[in-house]
Structures are given as structure tokens and as C-alpha cells.
């Protein structure tokens, strides 16, 4: 099942701008994670926001959380071309980690 | 420490064939997770273990689908008998918790399994 929705399915924007991703899911969590997958890897973990909190910074990552409106969004300032990936959001439906089908990101030099 | 480590990284095998997949958690960690990866279906969850007991298994496909998890430090995922359908990425995953994937997980690099 597929928990979280990203949006939109691909971005691509200039290096050096900001770039947001969003994630929409459907039902209450505890809590919501972002994961960033370069092309050919694994996942790696950037982030987890717990239900009670609703903004929550790492670096240039800023990640806020709306639970009345199930919805998420990952914000990547000053972008670099080395965050070209793919962006996914994981919440905890049923005791599972369940991934959205993620935001293809590209970042152009 | 090295970090979830899968083996083999690339498997080709013909349709029919036995393929076993290999999973090392990282130490300490007390959950473990089998994901399968495809363009179409996206990240799938198949299996899931907590203190090397299968939790939740409603995502293996089918019967064809089996996964062990004999001690904490060693998983595997068999396919038997393997279909071109079956071709995807397979990623193990790891993390330090409860039942409640409440913490981070640690995924291997996967394995892309390619049947002919």
C-alpha cells in the first residue's frame, strides 16, 4: 500500500534556488519521514518530524508537519547539484514504514 | 560499523531458478525489513521482522516469496520459483526500535535481480 503521495512526481530547477516537495497521506501517524535516494543506491535517511511537532530544521533542510490536513512538505534551500535525487516520504501506517512513490529532484548547474 | 549489508549486489538468473536473497542487519538493530523496488510499483514493503520474528507479512506477493530470519544478525528472502516478474531491486532495511517504526532505518545498497 502507499501510504504517503509525493508532489510533484518530478522538479527540476537551477542550482542555487530553493526547491519543495510534498507529501500528502491518509491516515493518523505517529510519525513522518523524508529519505533521499541517489540514483542506483540505497535509501538514506534525512529526517524524521514525530505527530506533536510541526516544523523541524537539519541543515538546509527545513521539514514541516500539518497532521489536520495529513500533509507534509520538505523544503531544500540553496540548492547543490549534488541533491539531485529522489525524495521520499515514509509514515508509520499499521506498524510499517510505508513509502510514497517519491519527488524525482533534479538540480541544473 | 558497515552498515546493512546485502548480498549479492546484481543476480541474473533464468525463470524457474531458485534465488536467495542475503540481508546483514546492523548490529544491535532489533528490526528488520524486506522492500522491493520497480518504477512501476515503487517501494514496496514485503516482510517485516522485529526481534527476528515476522511481524507483518501481508506484502510477499506469494507463495513463491519466503523470508527467514534465523538470528539477529542474518536475513534472507527466497524466491521460488523466480518469474520475469519478479525482476526489481530488493532492498534490506534495518533500525533500532520497538514494533513501531518510530526511529530511522538503515537500508544496504540492494540487490537488482534480473530473471530471464
Known amino acids: 500500500s502507499q501510504q504517503g503521495e509525493e508532489d510533484p512526481q518530478a522538479l527540476s530547477i537551477q542550482e542555487g534556488e530553493n526547491a519543495t516537495m510534498n507529501c500528502s497521506y491518509k491516515t493518523s501517524i505517529n510519525n513522518l519521514q523524508w529519505y533521499r535516494q541517489n540514483s542506483g543506491r540505497g535509501l538514506v535517511h534525512l529526517i524524521l518530524i514525530r505527530s506533536n511537532e510541526r516544523e523541524k530544521h537539519s541543515g538546509r533542510l527545513r521539514v514541516t508537519l500539518d497532521t489536520s490536513k495529513k500533509s507534509s512538505s520538505l523544503l531544500i534551500t540553496a540548492s547543490r547539484a549534488a541533491d539531485t535525487a529522489s525524495y521520499f516520504c515514509a509514515t508509520d501506517e499499521a506498524q510499517k514504514l510505508v513509502f510514497g512513490q517519491g519527488t524525482r529532484l533534479t538540480i541544473n548547474p | 560499523d558497515a552498515g546493512v549489508i546485502q548480498s549479492p549486489r546484481h543476480e541474473v538468473t533464468e525463470m524457474g531458478q531458485e534465488v536467495t536473497l542475503r540481508c546483514k542487519p546492523i548490529?544491535?538493530?532489533?528490526?528488520l525489513f524486506w522492500y522491493r523496488q520497480t518504477m512501476m510499483r515503487g517501494l514496496e514493503l514485503l516482510i517485516y521482522f522485529n526481534n527476528n520474528v515476522p511481524i507483518d507479512d501481508s506484502g510477499m506477493p506469494e507463495d513463491r516469496f519466503s523470508a527467514k530470519m534465523p538470528n539477529a544478525s542474518f536475513s534472507t528472502l527466497k524466491i521460488q520459483p523466480s518469474e520475469p516478474r519478479d525482476s526489481a531491486v530488493y532492498f534490506c532495511a534495518s533500525s533500532l526500535g520497538s514494533a513501531l517504526p518510530n526511529t530511522e532505518a538503515f537500508f544496504g545498497q540492494g540487490t537488482r535481480l534480473t530473471v530471464v
Open positions: 548490529s544491535g538493530h532489533n528490526s
